[in-house]
C-alpha cells in the first residue's frame, strides 16, 4: 500500500496550493479518503473527508470555505485544493485512507507534504 503525497511548498499568505495524493495497493474507488495537517508534537487534525460510493464531503471548521477535497477514482487520486491560505494553516498535510473492507478495517496514511505559508 502507499499514498504518496505532493503538491506542498511555500506559498504566500493568501494564496493557493493544490495537494495530491496518489494511492495505490488497495480498492481506492472503494475507500473514503481523507486529509489531515499536523504540526510538530500536536495531534493530526482532519481537514477534509471524502466517501466513496456516495462521494459524501466533510470539511472540518478551520479551514471550512477555503479547502476543496476532491478524488478522480480512475486515477486512483484525492487531492485538497486550499485557497486563500494562512500563516496558521503551515502544516504538514497527510493523505490517509481508512475504513473497513470485506470486514477487515484498514488505516493508511502517506508520508504528508509540508505546507508553509510566510512571507
Known amino acids: 500500500v502507499q499514498l504518496v503525497e505532493s503538491g506542498g511548498g511555500l506559498v504566500q499568505p493568501g494564496g493557493s496550493l493544490r495537494l495530491s495524493c496518489v494511492a495505490s495497493?488497495?480498492?481506492?474507488?472503494?475507500?473514503?479518503m481523507s486529509w489531515y495537517r499536523q504540526t510538530p508534537g500536536k495531534e493530526r487534525e482532519l481537514v477534509a473527508t471524502i466517501g466513496s460510493v456516495d462521494g459524501t464531503i466533510k470539511y472540518a471548521d478551520s479551514m471550512k470555505g477555503r479547502v476543496t477535497i476532491s478524488r478522480d477514482d480512475a486515477w486512483n487520486t484525492v487531492y485538497l485544493q486550499m485557497d486563500r491560505l494562512k500563516p496558521d494553516d503551515t502544516d504538514v498535510y497527510y493523505c490517509n485512507a481508512a475504513g473497513v473492507y470485506l470486514l477487515r478495517k484498514y488505516d493508511y496514511w502517506g508520508h504528508g507534504t509540508q505546507v508553509t505559508v510566510s512571507a
Open positions: 495497493g488497495f480498492t481506492f474507488n472503494m475507500s473514503p
